[in-house]
Nanobody, 121 residues
Framework: QVQLVESGGGLVQPGGSLRLSCAASGSILSINTMGWYRQAPGNQRELVATITSGGTTRYADSAKGRFTISRDNAKNTVYLQMNSLKPEDTAVYYC???????????????WGQGIQVTVSS
């Protein structure tokens, strides 16, 4: 069993900041890429940012310069620091990780349950 648990969401005013965390737990041999995606009402889920186990990052254009993704490999945790938040950042944010559970298994994608981020005055 593998679980990804997100925390840190909530309501923030425009221009404010939030830090999301996502911790993976369970039977885990290794974690490759971890990332954050988001889905606003009526929209498809979209990439926000990803980070490889070696620290290579990738950002959506909407996140560049405002969001920073990082990870703690020892804790199997990925973070998303979000600054200068805008109302259009309002969405449910999902954590994703490519996890290999056993030496004989291949990597598979796992998702968190999602956490609400609302940017509003």
């Amino acid at each position: 069993q593998v679980q990804l648990v997100e925390s840190g969401g909530g309501l923030v005013q425009p221009g404010g900041s939030l830090r999301l965390s996502c911790a993976a737990s369970g039977s885990i041999l290794s974690i490759n890429t971890m990332g954050w995606y988001r889905q606003a009402p009526g929209n498809q889920r979209e990439l926000v940012a990803t980070i490889t186990s070696g620290g290579t990052t990738r950002y959506a254009d909407s996140a560049k310069g405002r969001f920073t993704i990082s990870r703690d490999n020892a804790k199997n945790t990925v973070y998303l620091q979000m600054n200068s938040l805008k109302p259009e950042d309002t969405a449910v944010y999902y954590c994703n990780a490519g996890i290999r559970r056993y030496w004989y298994s291949s990597e598979a994608p796992y998702w968190g349950q999602g956490i609400q981020v609302t940017v509003s005055s």
